[in-house]
């Protein structure tokens, strides 16, 4: 890999966070960002805690309650559920309708009225980000259980309410949302192995290393480092967020997230410049 030249090599964490800043404070938008050394325990923190419309973050606690349920005994991943497209509002249970247009992963559309295994839409949720596939799962687990499951991991400020395109909820603001430092702590559990078993969070782990959608945390690092991973992107807005894994054993932490965007692929592009100088620096300690 060639490393960019444009930053110099941060010696310190407050030097990194302050190369950090100067690099996305020249973008047109707020950024949070939260990295943890799962070895040393060493943390860097900006806007940590900021409230962030969460976008399809919320998908990697969505699987974490799935294999909640697992472990309880109340699904099993190879339990088959129909595909459908009809959807109740949380507002007034109103039925709404996905549209495929709007879907990165259409295909599940084709599939309609066939019965799918459980571990399918998992898998489909987090890859690929099929909104179609979340909502079913949501439906499945219960929104409120996706919460309280995050709650009991130490993720305060994050919330799961509802699936995905439920129109009448957006408008009255009634929004998935996350801060950097909730997601910091749901992967850094399971970077530990302590979501429900470690045999769960291997098996999450390897769902999240299929991740299709690679512009940002893993963009700019080598091939041989491996990152398990879930993003984000609506209007304004794009996230990353997982376990970066380098080839000696060691790993990290880091969510990268960002709103009122107002060029998304130059604040991306920064954005994955952020992760490439964070790697530089953990592997230089």
């Not at 893993?218 to 491996?226: G, N, R, T």
């Not at 998304?264 to 952020?274: I, L, N």
């Amino acid at each position: 890999m060639t490393t960019s030249k444009a930053f110099t090599q941060s010696n310190s964490s407050s030097e990194l966070l302050q190369n950090i800043q100067q690099i996305l404070n020249k973008q047109e938008g707020f950024f949070g960002l939260a990295f943890k050394n799962i070895q040393s325990g060493e943390t860097i923190l900006w806007h940590e805690k900021e409230i962030f419309h969460a976008a399809s973050t919320m998908k990697t606690p969505v699987m974490v309650e799935i294999y909640q349920q697992v472990a309880n005994g109340r699904i099993n991943l190879t339990d088959t559920i129909i595909v459908k497209n009809e959807f109740k509002s949380i507002v007034d249970g109103s039925l709404y309708q996905l549209s495929p247009g709007d879907d990165s992963q259409q295909e599940l559309y084709q599939q309609i009225g066939k019965k799918i295994p459980i571990s399918k839409l998992v898998y489909e949720m987090i890859i690929n980000s099929s909104n179609l596939a979340t909502n079913m799962v949501i439906e499945l687990v219960g929104a409120y259980n996706v919460t309280a499951s995050m709650r009991k991991l130490g993720a305060n400020d994050m919330q799961v309410l509802r699936g995905v395109e439920d129109s009448k909820a957006y408008a009255q603001g009634l929004n998935n949302t996350t801060t950097a430092y909730d997601l910091m702590v749901l992967f850094e559990k399971m970077a530990e192995g302590k979501i429900i078993n470690p045999k769960a969070c291997e098996e999450m782990i390897r769902v999240l290393f299929d991740q299709q959608h690679n512009t940002l945390i893993p963009a700019k690092l080598p091939k041989e480092v491996k990152v398990a991973h879930k993003t984000g992107t609506i209007t304004g807005v794009h996230h990353d967020s997982g376990i970066v894994f380098l080839p000696d054993g060691r790993k990290y932490v880091l969510v990268i997230l960002s709103k009122n965007l107002k060029q998304v692929d130059p604040s991306t592009e920064s954005m994955a410049r952020v992760s490439e100088m964070i790697y530089q620096y953990f592997i230089a300690k």
